[in-house]
């Protein structure tokens, strides 16, 4: 991608951007920078987006070689952009995600100047933005933040417990079996990447050991069609997060576990124990070559089934209501159940070499010097709008909708922000109607900071 601004700073010294102003700048250029891009390009809205590594970043250097979308591809409705390629209801594997990505950019041409990260935020006496970088400093009268919704790899310290001679990485260091020592792999996690990576191992007949956390599962296919698309026919993905009772615990939930891989199937992590992987639950504890797992693997594989099959009553209802003529489908039937819990592991009585954390994304926000976070570091805002007039976020996970940060719903959010950047950057006076995140934990700035946890 070019480095292009209107001012072309490309061409000028080390610390050609300071005092550069512009009426907006976005920080970011994943899906959201751009979508926010493209929409004030269409409002005629002068800007400039910074992005500290390359546009599409995340989807090209943080997935693993057979990662393909989970969500199907007529999902992906950037603004002026939807899917038009000859497979809607299949699902993109990674290079394709990160061609649609730059095509998407060449498309209206964003002036995004690449290679540059925001380092610090803050503003001045007259209220305008002051935007740091390696070089110089931007003005902005307002600032849009698109810096993506898993930012830290997170790793709990008990990981500092487990044997040297392991190789530990974090699922977004992921790439394929072949990048691991050769031996089994425990993976601990069961979201949507240690699922994915379970069974990215498990087809390439490595021993796996799965520790099996909480997540919900759902079914690819119901009822002859796509669990998304009867999703999205029944109205979830419109519903907005505040219409929720229990708005916190729905921006924080771990996102149901499926796959895209090979047209779409079920995960079924009974089915991967049926034929060989070594199931456990929550890890609880380690030291040195012994670890201590949960006796809770039984309700967790219940748990996501419960969860998947509930899915589909609310699609037999919707059906049943509709006198919709499809055909009926069995319920699902467990392939496997534990007989008994495995709660210890003596890594000396295994084969396995190395350790991927699929534990998950927190945030790191302490270069933003504007109070509009939370006790926990989370931003606090409504459908992106902070408290701070002209400051606004973007892509956030369940910001306004479920596809708020997914390639889905960036679209209706990077819309809206447009009309208040255009309308009314003033601060909304019914900001704290609801607040992003419950205050129950508070961390410093600074001294023992913990990376406020988003979901993968
Ligand atoms: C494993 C995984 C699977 C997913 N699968 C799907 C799926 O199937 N379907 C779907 O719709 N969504 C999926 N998502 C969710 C979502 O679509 C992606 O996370 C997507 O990358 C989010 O886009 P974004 O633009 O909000 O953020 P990002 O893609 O993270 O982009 C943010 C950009 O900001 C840059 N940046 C950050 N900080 C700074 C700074 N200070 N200065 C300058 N630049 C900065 C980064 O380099 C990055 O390029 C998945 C996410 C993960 C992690």
């Known amino acids: 991608m070019t480095r292009r601004s209107k001012t072309s700073p490309e061409d000028r010294a080390p610390d050609d951007l300071g005092g550069v102003h512009r009426p907006v700048v976005i920080v970011g250029g994943g899906q959201a920078g751009l979508s926010m891009s493209y929409c004030l390009t269409q409002r005629g809205v002068d800007h400039l987006i910074l992005e500290r590594d390359r546009i599409g970043h995340e989807w090209r250097d943080r997935r693993w070689d057979s990662f393909c979308l989970v969500t199907p591809n007529w999902q992906c409705q950037l603004p002026g952009y939807p899917y038009a390629g000859d497979d809607p209801d299949?699902?993109?594997?990674?290079?394709?995600?990160?061609?649609?990505?730059?095509?998407?950019?060449?498309?209206?041409?964003?002036?995004?100047i690449e290679g540059v990260a925001a380092t610090r935020l803050r503003r001045d006496r007259k209220g305008r933005y002051l935007v740091g970088t390696s070089r110089g400093e931007l003005i902005a009268d307002q600032v849009v933040l698109a810096t993506g919704p898993y930012q830290v790899p997170l790793i709990p310290r008990l990981s500092e417990r487990l044997p040297d001679e392991l190789t530990q990485i974090h699922s977004s260091q992921y790439r394929s079996p072949d990048h691991l020592p050769p031996g089994e792999v425990?993976?601990?996690?069961?979201?949507?990447?240690?699922?994915?990576?379970?069974?990215?191992?498990?087809?390439?007949a490595r021993g796996v050991h799965l520790a099996v956390g909480s997540a919900p599962r759902v079914a690819r296919f119901y009822r002859g069609r796509d669990v998304v698309a009867w999703l999205d026919t029944l109205g979830y993905y419109r519903k907005a997060v505040d219409e929720f009772a229990d708005v916190d615990a729905v921006r924080f939930r771990v996102n149901h576990y499926v796959t895209g891989r090979d047209g779409?199937?079920?995960?079924?992590?009974?089915?991967?124990?049926?034929?060989?992987?070594?199931?456990?639950?929550?890890?609880?504890g380690a030291a040195g070559t012994e670890l201590q797992f949960a006796p809770d693997l039984k309700e967790n594989l219940d748990h996501a089934d419960a969860v998947s099959e509930s899915i589909k009553d609310s699609i037999d209802s919707y059906i049943d209501a509709h006198r919709i003529d499809v055909p009926a489908e069995p319920r699902y039937t467990a392939v496997w159940t534990p007989q008994q819990e495995s709660t210890q592991l003596h890594l000396g009585d295994t084969e396995i070499t190395s350790v991927i954390w699929s534990t998950g994304f927190g945030r790191d926000d302490r270069w933003i010097e504007v109070p509009v976070f939370d006790g926990r570091g989370y931003p606090?805002?409504?459908?992106?709008?902070?408290?701070?007039?002209?400051?606004?976020?973007?892509?956030?996970?369940?910001?306004?909708?479920?596809?708020?940060?997914?390639?889905?719903?960036?679209?209706?959010?990077?819309?809206?922000?447009?009309?208040?950047?255009?309308?009314?950057?003033?601060?909304?006076?019914?900001?704290?109607?609801?607040?992003?995140g419950t205050s129950n934990s508070t961390y410093p700035r600074d001294a023992e900071w913990v990376a406020p946890r988003t979901v993968a």
């Open 90 to 112: 299949g699902f993109m594997a990674r290079d394709g995600i990160v061609r649609y990505i730059e095509a998407y950019a060449r498309s209206f041409d964003p002036p995004v």
């Open 186 to 204: 425990l993976v601990i996690g069961t979201g949507q990447s240690g699922c994915q990576i379970a069974e990215d191992l498990h087809l390439a």
């Open 264 to 284: 779409g199937r079920d995960i079924d992590l009974r089915a991967f124990a049926r034929d060989g992987m070594r199931l456990y639950g929550r890890l609880m």
């Open 380 to 436: 606090t805002h409504d459908r992106g709008v902070t408290s701070s007039p002209g400051l606004y976020f973007l892509g956030l996970p369940w910001q306004h909708t479920w596809g708020s940060g997914r390639l889905s719903g960036v679209a209706d959010d990077a819309t809206y922000l447009t009309e208040r950047i255009i309308t009314d950057p003033a601060q909304p006076d019914h900001l704290f109607r609801w607040i992003a």
